[in-house]
């Protein structure tokens, strides 16, 4: 099984800058897209930004502009660099990764989410 750990949470000023990281490890076969899901309070889960093995990314509308997201596919690892912050942006950033077994079978993986809250 493959597991994500991920890292650069916590309280950031308005316009602040942080940047997540979420690392794979485990075994698998391959990690095909990686990216980040965000929940906030009374909201439904939605689709922050995503990036395929090749490099090709996709934006959620609100983040489009203001947040990057980039893998180091040797490492198995995918960032995300949050700019510009707002308090809407207030949420738990999950990182998930469509991972292929040895055998063929695919599943998503999940971490286990990093809070991040935009306040002064």
């Known amino acids: 099984q493959v597991h994500l750990v991920e890292s650069g949470g916590g309280l950031v000023q308005p316009g602040g800058s942080p940047r997540l990281s979420c690392a794979a490890s485990?075994?698998?076969?391959?990690?095909?897209?990686m990216g980040w899901f965000r929940q906030a309070p009374d909201k439904q889960r939605e689709l922050v930004a995503k990036?395929?093995?090749?490099?090709?990314?996709y934006y959620g509308d609100v983040v489009k502009g203001r947040f990057a997201i980039s893998r180091d596919n040797a490492k198995d690892t995918v960032y995300l660099q949050m700019n510009s912050l707002k308090s809407e942006d207030t949420a738990v950033y999950y990182c998930f990764a469509e991972v292929r077994l040895l055998g063929g079978r695919s599943y998503t993986a999940w971490g286990q989410g990093t809070q991040v809250t935009v306040s002064s």
């Open positions: 485990g075994v698998a076969d391959s990690i095909n897209d």
């Open positions: 990036v395929s093995r090749g490099g090709n990314t």
